[in-house]
């Protein structure tokens, strides 16, 4: 599109790719990166370590907003239920004797199972009226947790089964925890949006009427999506809970995850995997800069959010994208004329 | 009895909700925007109630004399400048814009005014009431924010029906571009609905600010109540707004009556009910929920 000097494509035979380089380097890079974030409790200062902790718990709420806003279409502002709900789960079940590291499955399960249903409530409304219905409902899935006198009511309770760690110990399993289930999400999302699904939800995302005349099963795929996006969040509030690991329906359930994710996902754009990622990066950068400062850091970083949002809608990756044509994480395929001696691109991105 | 005083109070609770939930209608009727920051737009008229207008030396009683004006040229200018750029991009970006605006108006009242509670001070008037029976009281507030919620809907029906501009602001609600070929400046007419929404809102903000005391987080729950309001009555119909916003008002006394806790999600089950089983509410019509 933006090559202007495109020879005659059919002089050319074309070639169709992922990605402009080859796929082992990403192989090579995400073992490098898993390697050093899982050995970094060792290498880095502790501080880092539970800087790194927070930063993964919203990386993860970023990416699973990032799927359901960027991708399926659907701006909730009612993910902090599901981050509450989470944190909640894993209480439960570490009251009722299990392990909190072991919980989090049971816990991502739980929200997954509770997703489901609230969907065929919620797909009956569209745009600003299906996002405050989610807050509708991540205020009534509060309410409800408050009236149950087990897991402490209004004040909170503290989560059991971490007593026989040593504080360093906890520090390091929590750490781990967090990380290796930001891993899993971003790596899931990377093949769900590599896959079948993912062709749907890019059609759904750039012109739904067309996509649902082409046979694209749009309302069960967002109903996926949407479960998808609750156990991910559940599993953020899971983490959450354990690097708390005190439980209170006020931070849980706190309008400010909601705030966070979209604002990460706003700022480094949506509809990328990379977006959440950068930022995620720029939110804790402001956050431990201005962490003196009370809430401007948050302020200073909605204002930017509704700049980028009306300026630059495809936020910073988008505009890294747009001007060199690079993807760190390519999830749809590009058609290049490829010849001997060069290879011009056509079209910047077929996805 | 106590019954009755259920049914009263939460009448008299669901004036102010509707009072709250007109501009939000409006501004979703005629531009086809949720303004998420509608419940801080409130509060903010609340803060400036009980700091701004003390300082123009206006009793705090007076306040929606100056506030309501203010916001209203407030409401003008935030559309003709923010939330136009962002209706030119999509309804998507709408949303996303009004959230943000919602969050830092929230934290920036936080920083400059601290969590602390505050109330919209007019004296010995709050705690005047009417005594029916040995059971039911009727707070003169709630029964004044009642009545100027009815004068307020009633005010927007007539105008919207009878008057040239309201006949504008229809004409552009229903088909934009055809009132456009017909000569009307859209974004004017965008301009005057926000300037009206915010009037509104900042009414029920000051109403809100004497009835009960609020702090900068006040703002989320109110978006939450109008918009129950809107979705119960039915979106796009103002006295459907009105008996939502009863209904809803109800359902809260009901819940409370069984225990405090149960006050809000009462309503939030009323609201969930209506979905279910009504999703276009009890007075709208099917097709404005899927556009």
Known sequence: MSDTTLPQSAELPLLVERSTFSPIYTLVGTVVVFAFFTAAPWILASSWVSVLSNFFVLLIMATMWNLLAGYAGMVSIGQQGFVGLGAYATLYFAIKGMSPFVAIPFAVLACAIIAYPITYLLFRLRGGYFAVATWVIADSAMLLILTVALLGGGTGKYLPGLTNLSPSELDHDTYLATWFVAFVVLVATYFILRSRLGLVLSSLRDNETAARSSGAKVTSTRRLIYVIAGAGCGAAGSVLAISQPFVQPANAFSLNWAAEMLFASMIGGMGTIEGPIIGCIIFFVLQQSLQNLGAWYLIIFGAVAVVIAIWQPRGIWGLIRDTTHFELLPVGYRVSASSLSSRRRVSRDAN | ?291
Not at chain 2, 41 to 70: E, G, T
Not at chain 2, 241 to 250: E, H, K, N
Request: hydrophobic share 55%; with cysteine; proline share 2%.
């Open chain 2, 1 to 291: 009895m106590t019954w009755a005083n259920i049914l009263i109070q939460g009448a008299l609770v669901g004036g102010f909700y509707a009072l709250f939930a007109c501009g939000l209608s409006l501004m979703f009727g005629v531009m086809k925007v949720i303004n998420l920051a509608h419940g801080d737009i409130a509060v903010v008229a609340a803060y400036s109630a009980v700091f701004l207008v003390p300082k123009l030396h206006v009793a705090q009683l007076w306040a929606f004399l100056v506030v309501v004006p203010l916001f209203a040229l407030i409401g003008y200018v935030v559309q003709r400048t923010l939330l136009q750029k962002a209706i030119d991009r999509d309804p998507f970006t709408t949303l996303l814009v009004t959230f943000g605006l919602s969050v830092v108006i929230e934290n920036l009242l936080l920083e400059i005014y601290s969590a602390n509670g505050q109330s919209v001070n007019i004296g010995e008037l709050v705690a005047k009431s009417w005594q029916v029976n040995s059971v039911i009281y009727v707070s003169d507030v709630s029964l004044v924010v009642l009545g100027v919620a009815v004068l307020v809907l009633g005010a927007l029906q007539l105008f919207l029906s009878r008057t040239s501009s309201g006949r504008l602001i229809r004409a552009v609600s229903d088909d934009r571009e055809a009132a456009q070929l017909c000569g009307a400046n859209y974004k004017h007419v965008f301009g005057v609905a926000a300037a009206i929404a915010f009037a509104t809102v900042a009414l029920a903000g000051i109403a809100f600010g004497i009835s009960t005391e609020f702090d900068p987080t006040a703002g989320g729950i109110n978006l939450l109540y109008a918009f129950e309001a809107v979705v119960i009555g039915g979106i796009g119909s103002l006295w459907g707004t009105l008996v939502g916003g009863i209904l809803l008002g109800v359902a809260q006394q009901f819940g409370a009556h069984f225990n405090l806790e149960y006050q809000t999600l009462a309503g939030n089950a009323l609201f969930l009910i209506v979905l279910a089983v009504r999703p276009q509410g009890l007075f709208g019509r099917r097709v404005s929920l899927n556009e």
